[in-house]
């Protein structure tokens, strides 16, 4: 055999071995569930040399396909229909990183600075931070509802603000098969997709951001510069002077993302007015949420003078306390009687600082309503564990009541304050 054949032929992409391994450390570290193949991130470990090296290589050379998303079913708050999301396998997940590792720092720089879904460095609770203060400085809002944001993208539209950034074919090519790669249901059913990007993909968000920041915030940017918005992923606060001012925006914004191939939901988009104590009007609309907070009326404290005045205020929205709640439910703590308090923290602390962390950042004693639900089930779980407690509720919160005294820092809401009381 001649020498000249013995060498390995160059791959047509160049691809680091360096960034396959990257990206795998990012997606071990945010978990995920099984795709189609029903690979969990376990035993993709079993071989996980190997398995990466043929990922690089199949990237490298322009062969890989990815395999089709496992479509997944999730019930939307108060029984208002499912959200389709689409889940990749561990290996996809692994090549959308890869090239969302590329991508991502050419594209992060031109996003508006309204934007938050998804960004490094920028969060939900900055979100709502920012449209609360806005809400106080101007009377109106848009609360502005793309329908099927996710089912409707244009695939050439995607591929052209793609094409924008970069011209490096691999990453072309990838996004497109991506993008048109089929969801596989519940009974193994294939579902070709013409149009759309599956939430639930680790390259989504960033496409999802680079198509709406030329379909919205670039052309807002350009249009209406006097006009204020916070933008995460696809839920959009727009903040106008006037309820006129108001109506002219939405038309002007319903027709722009028709031209882009989106739709705004006639029902679901409407105009508030930011009722408060400076604002004597009124309006069909005096509410509306954004990420997980309900922003209305509401009774707040002056925090210099002390005195009680209204305000158009953020808190845990309806459907949040009412979706904590039924976890609390699900968890059936009364029925843990052969567990002690000191497991039942370990097992669900983490998930309650995280209400907290979240939704105790605005409005706090509004979320407090539903920790309370905690301790009334934990008194169930001392009347069930403890026979000396049966049949004394009394008895039962005074335990309570002792042991969260000894042990402040025992439960993550007692931490909070929502500590059990006696009378």
Known sequence: MKRKELVSKPKPFVISKEAVYEAYLRVKANKGAAGVDEQSIKEFERDLKGNLYKLWNRMSSG????????????????????????????????????VKSYLEPVVEPIFHEDSYGYRPGRSALQAVGICRERCWKRDWVIDLDLKAFFDTLDHELVLKAVRHHTSERWILL????????????????LVVREQGSPQGSAISPLLANLFLHYAFDAWMQREHPAIWFERYWDDVIVHCTSEWQARQIREAIASRLARCELEVHPQKTRIVYCKDKKRHGSHEHERFDFLGYTFRPRLVRNGKTGNMFVGFCPAASDEACRAMRQEVRRWRLHLRSGSNPSNLAREYNTIVQGWINYYGRYYP???????????????????????????????????????????????????????????
């Open 174 to 189: 990838y996004v497109e098969r991506w993008l048109k790669a089929p969801m596989q249901q519940e009974d193994g059913t």
């Open 365 to 423: 004693s509004w979320l407090n309503r539903s920790l309370h639900q905690i301790n009334r089930y934990l008194v169930r779980w001392a009347l069930r564990k403890y026979k000396r407690l049966r049949g004394h509720i009394a008895r039962a919160w005074r335990f309570l009541a002792g042991l969260a005294q000894r042990e402040p820092n025992l439960f993550a809401h007692w931490r909070w304050g929502i500590r059990p009381t006696v009378g």
């Open 63 to 98: 062969s890989y396909i990815p395999p089709p998303v496992r479509m997944v079913e999730i019930p939307k708050p108060g029984g208002r229909g499912v959200r389709v999301l689409g889940v990749p396998t561990v290996a996809d997940r692994i090549a959308q990183t890869v």
